[in-house]
């Protein structure tokens, strides 16, 4: 009202249609959608619910999907079922399905799936764009490897990329910023040709034991966009790759100096930042030693510099760690701070029990409980860093 002074901190707004959760990609795969069901078991038995704004965002259709997305492909979404898929069939390699490792499976509800999860992206978007709020939260997007026509890496429809193109009509500048421990290919290659998106990666990169690079195998410091210097996007990508066993210490040191720089030279006017909990220490497919606070200090760091945020999810494997990540995350978003015992009385309370360490709490210790000797030297992270400024220099501002 007239003489009355905007409440401080950040409105928050929580972009989530619980029917995400009833998905399943098959009892074998990594990626288990009701890992949402316990983040939101643990935001609400917070109370985390009462510093925010509640959206249950209705599916994205098909013609929003188009805004990225190729028509053929997105027919070909929205009418594959594991009935009649033909897994020899060209089209079906060619949109990404299939192969050895069949990272993307076609399962029961998929086009239902990826409707939703975009739909909560563009939902919290619209909100930024309106100024509904400053910080717009959705855990089930992130899905930030697939590409216009190719679905690669558990990630069908880009909800990353949907969300930054409907900033893009009211900022001239969106950072984006990835915190998962895989390298996000698809967001970068879907901007490489505009200065107006800055994509900045985090991730573990290198060549395994058995000769495999850690997927999706691009990344690298040098990779930096086109290098043909009439193409606008040039110098509008940062990679940071890492390798095994960072630790809480020098991670937050490179994310606070790498980011940082990128925030103040490139002053963009929205952030986007994927939150993937694939990065915490513990996790199934992931490298890293990291505990929740240091990945939360990403996102404090991020919320520190007061701009629009789109901040969404991603990977993570370790069902129980995701939800204790998120559900921080979203108390570091209202500024709230949580007591690490948890609440009783959380339905699905088993989960979170029973582990060696840090059984009923929120904030377990989660250095090294997957052991991955540390290959990050100071040395190493020190050249990196210099690398990464040295980098910054190419993008003209
Ligand atoms: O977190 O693991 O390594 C966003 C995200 O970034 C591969 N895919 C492909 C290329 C050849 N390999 C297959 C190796 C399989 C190793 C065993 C799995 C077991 C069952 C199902 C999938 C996997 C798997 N797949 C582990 N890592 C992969 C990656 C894709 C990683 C996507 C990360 C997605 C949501
Ligand atoms: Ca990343
Ligand atoms: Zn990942």
């Known amino acids: 009202e007239y003489g009355m002074e905007k409440p401080k901190g950040y409105s928050v707004s929580f972009h989530y249609n619980p029917h995400v959760e009833y998905h399943h990609f098959g009892s074998s795969h990594p990626m288990k959608p009701w890992r949402l ?36 492909y997105l027919s070909f979404l929205s009418n594959v079922t594991p009935q009649n898929a033909k897994p020899d069939d060209p089209a079906y390699l060619s949109f990404g399905f299939g192969g050895e490792s069949n990272d993307c499976p076609v399962f029961d ?50 909800d990353i990329v949907l969300a930054i193109q409907l900033l893009l009509t009211q900022n001239q500048r969106v950072l984006y910023i990835d915190i998962d421990v895989h390298h996000g290919d698809g967001v970068e290659a879907a901007f490489e040709s505009t200065d107006r998106v800055f994509t900045l990666s985090y ?33 509008h990508s940062l990679n940071i790759p890492i390798d095994d066993g960072i630790d809480d210490d020098q991670y937050k040191w490179l994310f606070k100096t790498i980011t940082g720089a990128v925030i103040n ?46 901040l969404i ?29 948890l609440p009783a009385h959380i339905p699905y309370i088993q989960a979170f029990q029973g582990e060696e360490n840090g059984g009923g709490i929120l904030y377990p210790d989660l250095h090294n409980t ?9 040395q190493k992270l020190q050249k990196l860093v210099e690398q990464a400024m040295e980098n910054l220099r190419y993008m003209e501002g």
């Open 109 to 158: 509800g998929l086009w239902n799936y990826v409707s939703i999860y975009s739909g909560a992206s563009m939902n919290a978007a619209w909100n930024l764009l309106n100024k509904q709020s400053d910080i717009a939260i959705n855990w089930s997007g992130g899905l930030h490897h697939a590409k216009k026509n190719v679905a690669s890496g558990f990630c069908y429809i880009n």
């Open 313 to 341: 999810g991603g990977g993570g494997y370790t069902p129980r760690n995701v939800a204790r990540t998120w559900c921080h995350e979203t108390s570091v978003c209202v500024g709230a701070e949580l007591h690490s015992k």
């Open 265 to 310: 030279k490139y002053n963009p006017t929205a952030i986007v930042m994927q939150s993937g909990a694939d990065s915490l220490g513990g996790d199934r497919l992931g490298r890293f030693n990291l505990n929740i606070k240091a990945h939360g200090f990403c996102v404090e760091t991020v919320k520190s510099y007061g701009r629009p945020l789109l």
């Open 37 to 72: 069901t316990l983040t939101k078991q643990l935001v609400l038995a917070y109370g985390l619910e009462y510093c925010m704004e509640l959206y249950e965002p209705r599916p994205a259709t098909f013609d929003e999907l188009a805004i990225f997305h190729d028509r053929e």
């Open 203 to 235: 991730h573990k990169f290198g060549i395994d034991r058995n000769g495999y690079p850690f997927f999706p195998g691009t990344g690298n410091i040098n990779e930096m966009g086109p290098t043909d210097p009439t193409n606008r996007g040039k110098g």
């Open 370 to 378: 997957k052991r991955h000797e540390n290959l990050n030297t100071p």
